[in-house]
């Protein structure tokens, strides 16, 4: 098929200065976006703040012969997402792709974590990819066309341990996901999900030898198909990493229908209930 291009397009990536958001930008720039680089420059728990990181990937961009910018606002604030959605609009004049991907760590087993480190987390993933999106909706709206991928991850989809702040933040994207596809439809925005496996700067330390066939290269492809106009889903979400690619959905099981239902009933047909042969994925059709 023809190269997927985006001249005339702009993107802005969050968390862009290094991992997965600074291929997705070397990436879309390398295939004529231009990019907002944002990044707050901060330690993985989201301390300090340094706009360094994201101007060296726009130097990165620049010297390929590309067009970038460096932010360094924060996602956390509604200020700060606004300002990085003015930021594209004061220097390219649109707004057409959003990955919503900055991050951070704050890990603990559930029995030791604190509020703040629950606030932390939910601010930068969860409310961050809000801020943004909040604020670059208008616009898509407004243009009848928009693009916007979020980063989810296994451990919203499938829990972990120590990171029960970091999975419910990333689970929250996914029913954000789910309703903004039915919302923006009709104005032409389509918003997806990956879910990376990959070796950065908040995995290395966890990810070990099998670290290695990791890399955060190979998420970006599909990053790249879901932000392009020919690109034809919504609500989807896909696993991605060293190179194999899966589609993640939520299924409904067939169960069990019983106007009489009682707990003693619910018992007696829980195998039944749980029964995964048949199911549907959101209204679609029956699958295996």
């Not at 005339?8 to 200065?17: E, K, L, N, R």
């Not at 959905?249 to 009682?262: D, K, Q, S």
Request: proline share 2%; net charge negative; hydrophobic share 45%.
């Amino acid at each position: 098929m023809p190269l997927m291009t985006f001249e005339d397009q702009v993107a802005v990536v969050t968390g862009a200065g290094g991992g997965l958001g600074r291929c997705h930008a070397l990436e879309l720039a390398r295939r004529g976006a231009r990019v907002v680089v944002n990044d707050l420059g901060s330690a993985v728990d989201g301390s300090g703040a340094s706009i360094s990181a994201a101007q060296a990937v726009v130097d990165e961009i620049t010297a390929a012969g590309g067009t970038a910018i460096a932010n360094g606002d924060s996602v956390a604030t509604e200020e700060g997402g606004a300002a990085i959605v003015s930021a594209a609009i004061n220097a390219f004049g649109r707004l057409d792709i959003l990955i919503n991907n900055a991050g951070i760590l704050r890990d603990a087993a559930f029995k030791n974590m604190t509020v703040e480190q629950v606030d932390a987390v939910l601010s930068v993933h969860l409310a961050g990819a809000f801020n943004v999106t909040r604020a670059a909706w208008p616009i898509m709206r407004e243009q009848n066309y928009g693009r916007i991928v979020q980063t989810t991850s296994g451990t919203g989809l499938f829990g972990n341990f120590g990171q029960a702040n970091y999975g419910a933040a990333k689970m929250g994207l996914v029913g954000m996901m789910h309703v903004l596809a039915i919302e923006g439809a009709r104005n032409g925005i389509a918003i997806n999900a990956v879910a990376p496996i990959a070796r950065t700067r908040m995995t290395e330390d966890i990810m070990g030898e099998a670290g290695k066939a990791m890399d955060p290269e190979l998420v970006t492809p599909v990053v790249v198909y879901l932000s392009h106009r020919d690109c034809d889903r919504t609500a989807h979400i896909y696993s991605v990493g060293a190179g194999k690619v899966s589609r993640v959905f939520i299924g409904v099981t067939t169960g069990i229908e019983n106007r009489a239902l009682t707990a003693e009933s619910v018992a007696e047909a829980i195998d039944e209930i749980d029964d995964a042969t048949t199911f549907t994925i959101r209204g679609g059709p029956v699958g295996s």
